[in-house]
Nanobody, 124 residues
Framework: QVQLVAFGGGLVQAGGSLRLSCVAS????????MAWFRQSPEKEREFVAA????????IFGDSVTGRFTISRDNGKNTVYLQMSSLNPKDTAVYYC?????????????????WGRGTQVTVSS
């Protein structure tokens, strides 16, 4: 069983940057692919980014490509989401997720471990 704790959210002005972190514990943090999703009120949970177990493969949602990067430090069992050029449409609760496979997926149903989420609010 893997537990995920996400943190780093907050209030930021449009055009600013923010870095989210997610720490995995309770399992082999290095043996899992990890991802970020986000959800705003009355919307479906949206794929943001994912990274493979090794960190060699990363994929991004269309709305964040070119603005967000994802990375991981397997020594610290931590995955990071660096967000830049933020705009109000990025406002959401951001969730960290993991799947017990080496490769990445965009579909939220492929991820079985979820953190509690961290709120990101971008003001205009």
């Amino acid at each position: 069983q893997v537990q995920l704790v996400a943190f780093g959210g907050g209030l930021v002005q449009a055009g600013g940057s923010l870095r989210l972190s997610c720490v995995a514990s309770g399992g082999s943090g290095t043996g899992i692919a990890m991802a970020w999703f986000r959800q705003s009120p009355e919307k479906e949970r949206e794929f943001v980014a994912a990274i493979s177990r090794s960190g060699e493969t990363t994929i991004f949602g269309d709305s964040v490509t070119g603005r967000f990067t994802i990375s991981r430090d397997n020594g610290k069992n931590t995955v990071y989401l660096q967000m830049s050029s933020l705009n109000p449409k990025d406002t959401a609760v951001y969730y960290c997720a993991a799947r017990p496979h080496w490769n990445v997926r965009r579909n939220k149903d492929e991820y079985i471990y979820w953190g509690r989420g961290t709120q990101v609010t971008v003001s205009s």
